[in-house]
C-alpha cells in the first residue's frame, strides 16, 4: 500500500531553516505530483506548496513564497520543502500528499484533489 513518512521537523527560532523530506514507497512515484500540507492548532490544514512528477511545475501559496523551495528525487522516492526565513506563523504539523490523477491544474491546490497522506512531521517556531 501507499506510505508516506514525513521527516526534518522540530523547533527552531525565528528566521532559522529546517529542511522537510517525504519518503514515498507503494506508488509510482517518478508519475505522482506532491504536495505540502500545513495545519496549525485550532486552524484548518492550508496548502503550501505541489511540485508535477518530473519537476516542470511548482506552485507556491502567497504565504510563503520566497522563501520555501519544493524539490524531489525521484530516484530516492523523496520530496523536499526547504524552509527559511521561518516565522512564528510558519508553525503547524506539515504534510505531504499525493496528487490524484487527472486533476486539473486549478483544482491542484485543494486539499480534496489529494488521496494519500503521510502522518506529518511537527515545525514549531519561537519568536
Known amino acids: 500500500q501507499v506510505q508516506l513518512v514525513e521527516s526534518g521537523g522540530g523547533l527552531v527560532q525565528a528566521g532559522g531553516s529546517l529542511r522537510l523530506s517525504c519518503v514515498a514507497s507503494g506508488l509510482t512515484f517518478s508519475r505522482s505530483t506532491m504536495g505540502w500540507f500545513r495545519q496549525g492548532l485550532g486552524k484548518e490544514r492550508e496548502f503550501v506548496a505541489y511540485?508535477?512528477?518530473?519537476?516542470?511545475?511548482?506552485r507556491y501559496s502567497d504565504s510563503i513564497r520566497g522563501r520555501f523551495t519544493i524539490s524531489r528525487d525521484n530516484a530516492k522516492n523523496t520530496v523536499y520543502l526547504q524552509m527559511n526565513n521561518l516565522k512564528p506563523e510558519d508553525t503547524a504539523i506539515y504534510y505531504c500528499a499525493t496528487l490524484r490523477s487527472s486533476t486539473i491544474l486549478s483544482e491542484m491546490t485543494k486539499q480534496s484533489r489529494y488521496d494519500y497522506w503521510g502522518q506529518g512531521t511537527q515545525v514549531t517556531v519561537s519568536s
Open positions: 511540485m508535477t512528477w518530473n519537476g516542470g511545475r511548482t
